[in-house]
């Protein structure tokens, strides 16, 4: 079995070799038949590294402790949901995620193209292929999961215990998709570089897929933050360790990306730009994979230190010089089609929104790396830590806020001071009387009250958008305002889809504001029966227990929770003990809600529990991130959702409003 | 029969004060990120304050997470011994000097703003102003090499025929249809 699933692997390297050589032969003699050769190559990869991903879940779950990766990641009493999600949790078997991912995807790029861009697969197809030799390559000969040990073990070490949470599940999957599915538009970029084509087709054509991968991507992150939240029991969310950072810049890139292509689609602008983001977002997430195997940055989530990193560093060089190349010599095509009419319009806005994403996205890449860049230049490393990130990154991701709510009331082409007066009066007023009314109410927090403030206006100017568009579709038909609202956004998803994205972020630019600056902590120590309070909370301790579950030795502390002289529940803390492990994992307590949560964590006890300590965190208003989480997705799908054709016949129009004093309204 | 189409070019003084407006927008951000706190070890916001000044040590026990937040044996001592120095009335930025010749400048959770760590904190705005004044003069080329020719304030006039009138019914039709 262990054969089948090393050979699957080498044979997946050598079809895709295969594939960029047809691909490469169809594309020069025009030979349709090496085309479609090629095509069915990337569906035998995509056969091998399911074999591949088979053999290692078969593997895994019938726990083989020949193999390395087997006995470094499992043990025999490792409930089976862990058990599979362990294919993902280490260094080789991670790659074979992204190798069959990419394959998966390679599949249906190519087998179900778009009909706008059908001439650009053969070119798509190769770069495809080439991406997947890089990994099928990593995973035949230099770092293979079915590595056998010399002599057996009788039992594996099993799997972190931080890890054996549904989140291994989700996060690092969704993670793993979104970085993958980065490649498509990449490869359509180049495709479309290649065949001197850089008009919006390539864009149109790969729209949804670059959403789908920036979804899973924002799942990934936010998903994290969830999971590092009720499992790591520190009370945050995000410590901007390396590998938390090498995902957010793909994504900020990549916001950039969607964002800046609206402009290239409606005026044939900023070709260029478009394609470095989409190259720099691929090239990002190949260097997050660096970060996390290279062992070059102390990271919490990185894989430890392997001579992966080279492989990587080379394979970021080749592409960068292999696209530099294609862009010098194609610079031509990449000229502007129109010109901007005024600097004051909403494709301007957008390349101010540009400036501020991809700014984002290297101040954290620059944090990131700046210790390395510290040692090689002065032989000191230095820290960068939460302390430099929140300061650098929190008044760039204001003002980018704030752009959300300037920009969809600046008109394309050209606005006039009259315009930003006329759009901007009532949100500016209300802010205003938002940010005086706070400050009087006692938030006199200057970070915090800048920021309520700029959620505020923002989403402020969004209703105001909704509410506008409202009221001339009930003028133009006469409908209900609810009928009028819900056709306002089916008729336009992409507008309206974005319009909740954009109320998501604020909802979790709110949670992180309400978190951060109003954050309440105490540590206390207490005996059995004492009380400790914290805001409006009294917890009584009760007692320290021990349990067993399994293998797993549990400490636990019971405390009764009242608010306001009610008694709301039981909180329990726990310290869990892993066969195998010298420090205990952390169960937090937690009672949650949309206002506040308040968070319990058994930090330590003497004898009996007499005393115990315990860290208390009040974190107001935390829940508002994971609900931006929901309705972002929710956002994203219905801007992705294909639209519905129009349902009424040129009469019904031509009743309800004559054309010629529609087209007299439209030249004023 | 033609029909005339007034054009105007974009007003200049509107034009300056967009891009002045931008830049102060853009000057106060680096202000703001670059000058609050002080330069050098920042003082805690309040001098008996302990999570302020832990918050400013990375943890030695190899969490990668800052002294207040990690639970480890290593991060309750230094917390226990933070406050009994804070008591003492030792100020925070000695206390963290302390940290600094036992542990190394890498106890310090972020670069401090002299001498070449100051590159850290300033290359991102650094970067970020100098990209919109790119964009700015980018986009002043852009406009006056633009469809509405070189003369700013002036009004041209443009003639559109009959066929292209009934072009922008059709399509106010279509999207008539298509959006409402």
Known sequence: ?668 | MNRTVLCAKTASPAVTTVGLVTIAVLSMAVFLGLFLPVAGISEAASPNDVRSVTSQLICQCGCTMVTSECQCSWAEQARADIGAKLDDGMSPRDILLSYVDLYGETVLAAPTKSGFNLTAWITPFALIFLGGILIYVALRRWVDAGVFGNDPGQVIAAEIGEDEIKRYESRIEEEMKRYI
């Open chain 1, 1 to 668: 079995m262990i054969d089948v699933g090393r050979w699957a692997l080498l044979i997946g390297f050598i079809v895709n070799v295969y594939a960029l050589l047809a691909f490469v032969v169809g594309i020069r003699n025009g030979e349709r038949k090496s085309i479609e050769s090629g095509k069915w190559a990337l569906m035998a990869s995509l056969v091998m590294s399911s074999i591949g991903m088979a053999v290692l879940t078969y593997l895994l779950v019938t726990s083989d402790f020949s193999v390395r990766y087997v006995a470094a990641y499992t043990s025999s009493d490792l409930p089976l949901l862990y058990k599979v999600s362990a294919l993902w949790a280490g260094q080789s078997g991670s790659l074979l995620l992204w190798f069959w991912t990419l394959s998966l995807f390679s599949v249906v790029t190519v087998f179900w193209p778009q009909r706008d861009a059908a001439g650009l697969i053969p070119h798509v197809g190769a770069v495809l292929a080439a991406i997947a030799i890089f990994f099928g390559y990593l995973l035949a000969f230099v770092t293979s999961p079915f590595e056998q040990l010399a002599l057996p073990l009788r039992e594996g070490q099993g799997l972190n215990p931080l890890l054996q949470n549904p989140g291994m599940v989700i996060h690092p999957t969704t993670t793993y998709l979104g970085y993958v599915g980065f490649s498509v538009p990449f490869a359509y970029a180049i495709a479309a570089l290649i065949n001197r084509k850089a008009d919006a087709a390539w864009i149109r054509v790969t729209r949804r897929w670059t959403l789908a991968a920036w979804l899973f991507l924002s799942i990934g992150i936010i998903y994290g933050a969830q999971w590092a939240y009720v499992e790591l029991g520190w009370g945050g969310y995000w410590a901007w360790d390396p590998v938390e950072n090498a995902s957010l810049m793909p994504w900020l890139t990549g916001t950039a990306f969607l964002h800046s292509v609206m402009i290239q689609e409606k005026k044939g602008m900023l070709k260029m730009w478009n394609i470095f983001l989409i190259i720099a977002t691929f090239l990002l997430t190949i260097f997050g994979t660096f970060l996390t195997r290279s062992g070059i940055l102390a990271s919490v989530h990185a894989f430890g230190e392997s001579s992966l990193g080279v492989y990587f560093l080379g394979f970021i060089a080749l592409t960068l010089a292999l696209v530099f190349w294609l862009v010098v010599s194609r610079k031509e095509v990449l000229a502007q089609e129109n010109g901007f009419e005024s600097t004051l319009s909403r494709e301007s806005s957008f390349l101010v929104n540009n400036l501020l994403l991809v700014g984002g996205a290297f101040a954290v890449f620059w944090g990131t790396v700046f210790p390395l860049i510290s040692e090689a230049v002065r032989g000191q490393k230095v820290t960068v830590g939460p302390p430099f990130f929140n300061q650098v990154m929190v008044p760039i991701g204001l003002a980018t806020v704030v752009l959300m709510g300037i920009c969809p009331l600046i008109a394309w082409k050209k606005s006039s001071l009259g315009n930003l007066k006329r759009n901007f009066f009532y949100p500016s007023v209300s802010a205003l009387v938002f940010a005086i009314t706070g400050y009087i109410a006692g938030l006199t927090s200057p970070g915090a009250l800048v920021s309520f403030t700029v959620s505020f206006f923002v989403t402020a100017t969004i209703f105001l958008e909704v509410y506008r568009g409202v009221r001339v579709r009930r003028r133009m038909t006469n409908e209900g305002t609810l009928v009028a609202l819900y056709r306002l956004m089916a008729r336009n998803r992409r507008r309206y889809g974005g319009y909740a994205v954009h109320l998501a972020v604020i909802l979790m630019v709110v949670g992180i504001t309400g978190s951060s600056a109003f954050h309440t902590e105490k540590a206390v120590s207490l005996n059995p029966g004492e009380t400790v309070e914290i805001k409006d909370y009294a917890l009584k301790y009760e007692a320290l227990e021990w349990r067993r579950e399994g293998r797993k030795e549990i400490v636990f502390a019971d405390l009764i929770v009242s608010k306001d002289d009610e008694t709301l529940g039981i909180l329990r803390a726990e310290k869990v003990y892993h066969p195998g492990s010298d420090q205990p994992t952390t169960e937090v307590g937690i009672l949650g809600g949309l206002q506040e949560d308040l968070y319990v964590i058994l930090a330590g006890w003497e004898k009996n529990g007499k005393p115990a300590s315990f860290k208390v965190i009040v974190n107001p208003l935390v829940a508002w991130l994971w609900l931006g989480e929901y309705l972002l997705i929710i956002g994203t799908v219905f801007a992705m959702w294909p639209e519905r054709r129009a349902l009424h016949s040129t009469a019904w129009v031509a009743d309800r409003m004559p054309v010629t004093a529609l087209a007299g309204r439209a030249e004023r």
